[in-house]
């Protein structure tokens, strides 16, 4: 067990409908990390946010945003859902946000869209 | 833009047999960090390696971090069952970005 807190596991929903995604860090972690993985694919940096503050963007598509409040849980929305969105989606929490630091993988939350 | 690629992208192996994944970098990193994702697992952190040249071990996993900063090696010696998985070196871009190799899978034979 990591820490890192995902909800939900599983998500399953219509092209062109919302959804958000959960993520509670481990405790004393300031910096979330939200990454996509496709099937057979590799860990796509989506965004990174530090202590409520957006840090750096990936290649996260205009229909995704994501937010970090203030008890520093951060929640991935993404809208106008297409079947290429169906994929796995990683949170992952560090305690600083600088080069170095080791981050902590949830277990993901897998979404569906059909 | 920043581009962490790795080869092999799978490798199947006899039990016993070594292994090695490759990773590099198209720019020189600050550090790398390895991964190891089970299959309907999630990441999980290995190591970090900081200086140039630098090698760590870990029992039967030997990690190198290239001279230049730019590429990077796991090597697994006499593989069993429980190495499978994906292996996946990362980066820092700019400090607050850590992008990810593309990965290879490895899978053992018994």
């Known amino acids: 067990d990591s820490g890192v807190t995902q909800t939900p596991k599983h998500l399953i929903t219509a092209t062109g409908q919302r959804v958000t995604l959960r993520c509670s860090p481990r405790s004393g972690d300031l910096s979330v990390y939200w990454y996509q993985q496709s099937l057979d694919q590799g860990l796509q940096f989506l965004i990174h946010?530090?202590?409520?503050?957006?840090?750096a963007k990936g290649n996260i598509l205009e229909r995704f945003s994501a937010q970090q409040f203030p008890d520093l849980h951060s929640e991935l929305n993404l809208s106008s859902l297409e079947l290429g969105d169906s994929a796995l989606y990683f949170c992952?929490?560090?305690?600083?946000?600088?080069?170095?630091?080791?981050?902590?993988f949830g277990e993901g939350s897998w979404l569906t869209v059909v | 833009g920043q581009q962490v690629m790795q080869i092999p992208q799978y490798q199947h192996v006899q039990e016993g047999e070594d292994f090695t994944t490759y990773c590099n970098s198209s720019?020189?990193?600050?550090?790398i960090q390895w991964y190891k994702q089970r299959p309907g697992g999630h990441p999980v952190f290995l190591i970090q390696l900081v200086k140039s040249g630098e090698v760590k071990k870990q029992k039967r996993l030997t990690f190198q971090f290239g001279e230049a900063k730019k590429n990077s090696s796991l090597h697994i010696t006499a593989t069993q069952t429980t190495d499978v998985g994906t292996y996946f070196c990362a980066g820092y871009v700019n400090t607050d970005k850590l992008i990810f190799g593309t990965g290879t899978r490895l899978q053992v034979f018994p």
């Open positions: 720019t020189t990193l600050s550090n």
């Open positions: 992952a929490s560090s305690v600083g946000s600088h080069s170095g630091n080791t981050i902590y």
């Open positions: 946010y530090y202590n409520g503050e957006e840090r």
